[in-house]
């Protein structure tokens, strides 16, 4: 099959190809030189095939019983652990609350307390 480029640089996919591609509008493309006067074109997998294909990759890495996903949450505990507080200012609520609104469910949420600090407040009392 052969297309004729346009003067701002398209090119028409036949027919055929697209549907054989399932190419729609707005699917990407990738193109790359392959040889002098030749392209590749590949049609762009989305974000979601191309995590799923990634997935399970550095297994092989892995020593028998070693879980890096709990190594990675310790170690980030550990250092949030660390880093606060850092002064036990950090710790005293301001000398005023902001008014939140009421909440819609009636669960108290959102009640303004001098004493109290609303429930959204970190740190928790």
Known sequence: MTTTMSADNTVKIPDALARLLDL??????????????????????????????????????????????????????????????????????????PTPSRSRDGSGCGRFSEMKPPCWAWPPP
């Open 24 to 97: 729609k509008p707005g699917t990407a493309l990738d193109w790359q030189v392959s040889g002098p006067g030749m392209l590749f074109v590949q049609k762009h997998s989305p974000r979601g095939e191309r995590a799923e294909k990634l997935l399970g990759i550095g297994r092989p890495f892995l020593k028998p019983g070693e879980d890096a996903v709990a190594e990675l949450v310790q170690q980030r505990m550990q250092d949030d652990l660390q880093e606060w507080p850092k002064s036990p200012t950090s710790l005293t609520p301001p000398r005023s609350w």
